[in-house]
């Protein structure tokens, strides 16, 4: 297997970054797995505090233990700004995943160093 294939695998695979600080080129890998984890954490936090949400209307009786009554409560989108910033962020974390696969791929074909 060749470098490139294994780094944009490392990128792929395992977390955008991964094929850079394979390759030792750490700025830009730093800079994609920092981006990544950033957007990342954005939106796990998000879908935790739905969650607990969720849970703490459960546990206090408002919404009864029903998969029905639960799937709605989940159903329901986010609104105004906070739907933005989660957009955003699943934008970012895309984008950083694909690049990190195309760059380390292009960085480890050699001709690009």
């Known amino acids: 297997m060749t470098k490139s ?25 730093g800079v994609l797995a920092g981006a990544a984890l950033g957007s990342l954490c954005l939106v796990v936090a998000n ?3 739905k969650a607990q949400q969720i849970a703490d209307k459960i546990l206090s009786g408002e919404v009864p233990f ?10 329901k989108q986010p609104a105004g700004t906070e739907a933005q910033i989660i957009n955003i962020a699943w934008v970012v974390l895309i984008i950083s995943w694909l690049l990190g696969i195309v760059d380390s791929y292009r960085i480890g074909l050699g001709k690009y160093k």
């Open 5 to 29: 294939t294994k780094a944009a695998l490392l990128s792929a695979l395992v977390f955008p970054g991964a094929g850079h600080f394979f390759l030792k080129k750490y700025i830009p890998g």
């Open 47 to 49: 879908m935790m505090e």
């Open 66 to 75: 029903d998969v029905a009554a639960i799937t709605e409560l989940l159903s």
